[in-house]
Nanobody, 120 residues
Framework: QVQLVESGGGLVQPGESLRLSCAAS????????MDWYRQSPGKQREFVAS???????NIADSVKGRFTISRDNNKNTVYLQMDSLKPEGAGVYYC??????????????WGQGTQVTVAS
């Protein structure tokens, strides 16, 4: 079964850094694009970053220049390095991937999320 397990969340002060990890299993990881989303209470889940199987990255404008996404195919893990964190960067961060199938609807997989709190 496909599993995405996030870790690395915690409490930090504004301006500090945090690195999130997402360990994947049950998928051909090296051929999967991986994404990070975040959600704060009362708000819609929003896109943060993605990285393709060819290591091309896309970063949301709100975090561009401060967040970096990377992957280690040997460890089946995708990372989100978050630098210069701001209070508005707080929320639950989710790992995501889509398994595409011939002649069938794709399947979206989500991790359980990891909490990031940014406060003085």
């Amino acid at each position: 079964q496909v599993q995405l397990v996030e870790s690395g969340g915690g409490l930090v002060q504004p301006g500090e850094s945090l690195r999130l990890s997402c360990a994947a299993s049950g998928i051909f990881f090296s051929r999967q694009s991986m994404d990070w989303y975040r959600q704060s209470p009362g708000k819609q889940r929003e896109f943060v970053a993605s990285i393709t199987w060819l290591f091309n990255a896309n970063i949301a404008d709100s975090v561009k220049g401060r967040f970096t996404i990377s992957r280690d195919n040997n460890k089946n893990t995708v990372y989100l390095q978050m630098d210069s964190l701001k209070p508005e960067g707080a929320g639950v961060y989710y790992c995501h991937t889509t398994k595409r199938r011939d002649y069938l609807e794709p399947i979206n997989y989500w991790g359980q999320g990891t909490q990031v709190t940014v406060a003085s």
